[in-house]
């Protein structure tokens, strides 16, 4: 049972647009969502974060949106860059417990 | 400030044969988390370790596979008797405290032949 659903699997953005990931989840003890991006060969690693308590946080060209409602979190990426042609992966864990839970990645390419 | 050390970063095993994974976390992170990721997913978590301590192992199988995080030294993943399906790459990650962010190695790639 996956409890982080990602989508889409793949994306492809022109440089200069917006490229945008989506995560959703049911777990409601979930406190903690973080995203990694992942370059061939390499570990993940940690991009940016969110907690519950924000419906948005931005970090240079890169803003999480969290709609706790809905369950759902995004990752925006202002003015793609060839070099953010990478996996991402969203993440989510709770306070009480030990793992993360991972989606299952997108692959994004961005093209000159 | 080095990061989490992994190694080796490639290792190929015959059917049959142990496989050790190492992991030397983060200077000053004493929780150590284990994970695997097949090629086109996600990363599942296998095991998570305190100095000393196995905290949770509730994603790894309960034969063949063990892990150990010493007083002294870094973390192991010892896969026994290995198969083709344990080929994937097995990520080690760190944190200073259980709810802080966990930081990545760079993997083991584990081969089967």
């Known amino acids: 049972q996956q409890q982080v659903k990602q989508s889409p699997q793949s994306l492809i953005v022109q440089k200069g647009g917006i490229s945008i990931i989506n995560c959703a989840y049911e777990?409601?003890?979930?406190?903690?969502f973080p995203w990694y991006q992942q370059f061939p060969g390499k570990g993940p690693a940690l991009l940016i974060a969110i907690r519950p308590d924000v419906s948005e946080k931005k970090e240079g060209r890169f803003t999480i949106s969290f709609n706790k409602s809905a369950k759902q979190f995004s990752l925006h990426i202002m003015d793609s860059q060839p070099g953010d042609s990478a996996t991402y992966f969203c993440?989510?864990?709770?306070?009480?417990?030990?793992?993360?839970?991972f989606g299952t990645g997108t692959s994004l390419t961005v093209i000159p | 400030n080095a990061g989490v050390m992994q190694n080796p970063r490639h290792l190929v095993r015959r059917r049959g044969q142990e496989a050790r994974l190492r992991c030397s976390p983060m200077k000053g992170h004493s929780h150590v988390y284990w994970y695997r990721q097949l090629p086109e997913e996600g990363l599942k978590f296998m095991v998570y370790l305190q100095k000393e301590n196995i905290i949770d192992e509730s994603g790894m199988p309960k034969e063949r596979f063990s892990a150990e995080f010493p007083k002294e030294g870094p973390s192991i993943l010892r896969i026994q008797q290995v198969v083709r399906g344990d080929s994937a790459a097995y990520f080690c990650?760190?944190?200073?405290?259980?709810?802080?962010?966990?930081?990545f190695g760079d993997g083991t790639r584990l081969s089967i032949l």
């Open positions: 990650a760190s944190s200073p405290h259980r709810d802080q962010p966990q930081h």
């Open positions: 993440a989510a864990s709770a306070n009480t417990g030990n793992q993360f839970y």
């Open positions: 777990n409601t003890a979930f406190d903690y």
